[in-house]
């Protein structure tokens, strides 16, 4: 962790503070930027948590979203007026200011202090203080860390607990995935004693469905999924009629690309998602293989090992054509994590 007594004199007396996370928030942007705004709260602070595009209903229960600002260009000029006028501008679950759209050049030509919390690779150097570590679990698990550090353990409360609690959750896959490791398991033990209800966070996150969610999961799984057995992959590529037809909202595809993994035999699975700006992928892997370094190389992304995501401005049909380009280029890749399981 960078100089932590520079940070301590930041936060010393009351701050206009902004907080923002990165184009559609979830859990783990959610959870961070609410968990630390309250903490700041707590501490005397003014905060304001900006978001750069709206977020899934199933996490509007958590303590401070009433106040969410979200990004629109009705709302430009107030964004900008608070990012101008911040004293300190707290940037969390990013790294890289594109990953905020509009907001990223407002962030970057503020003069307030600039702090980065974030576990994802190849960060931009644009924060005065960062703490960065790509072997975390969740941005929520090192804002717990940085609370700690700031001797601050005692202002954690129930909601800011289970705000934390939240992104970690998720971002391990309900503790299921390889980055659930002994600190995650120490630091939910720490948020559940400090009031964090584990049962009623995952109630509300995984057991709030709409019919019509429901409903376009039968679709999607019957009607919409490809498995391409010999190659270890399957995917969803999901056209806007199709979203329309299940009155498909903001979240309604979480987790989706997931059910597409879980098939016995397969190595990788993708999601490809029709929107007005282009198509939006995500992938997930298992084992060593690269999600992060196709995203990066096919579809203009990043991210994690096993959980990437990218875009591009084609076709649906385009997209998943150089989709199976890319499955031939890392067909050995594939067949190999296979063989391990």
Known sequence: MEDIDLLKTQLNNPSKIVITTHHKPDADALGSSLGMANYLIK???????????????????????????????????KCEELM??????MTLDF????????????????????????????????ADFRLWN????????????????????????????????????????????PNTTQNVHEVVSKLIAHGADNSRISKNIYDKNSVDRLRFLGYALNQNLEVLMDKRVAFFALSQEELR????????????????????GITLAALFKEADDGIKISLRSIGEFPANEMAGRFFNGGGHRNAAGGKVETSLAEAVDLFKTAIEEYKEGLQEEYKKV
């Open 245 to 264: 037809q299940y009155n498909s909202k903001t979240g309604d595809t979480e987790g989706l690309v997931n059910y597409a993994l879980s098939i016995e």
């Open 84 to 89: 101008e006028k911040a004293d300190i501008i």
């Open 134 to 177: 790509t072997g975390a679990a969740a941005t929520c698990e090192l804002c717990y860390e940085l609370i700690i550090a700031l001797g601050d353990e005692n202002l954690i409360d129930k909601d800011i607990a289970e705000c934390l609690y939240a992104g970690i959750l998720t971002d391990t896959g309900g503790f299921r995935h």
């Open 95 to 126: 790294s890289v200011l594109s990953r905020i759209n509009v907001l990223g050049e407002m962030v970057r030509s503020a003069k307030g202090f600039k702090i980065n919390v974030d576990h994802h690779l190849d960060p931009e150097d644009f």
């Open 43 to 77: 501490k005397g602070h003014r905060v304001q948590v900006i978001t750069p595009s709206e977020y899934p209903a199933f996490l509007h229960w958590m303590k401070g979203n009433d106040d969410v600002l979200i990004y629109s260009d009705e709302a430009h000029a």
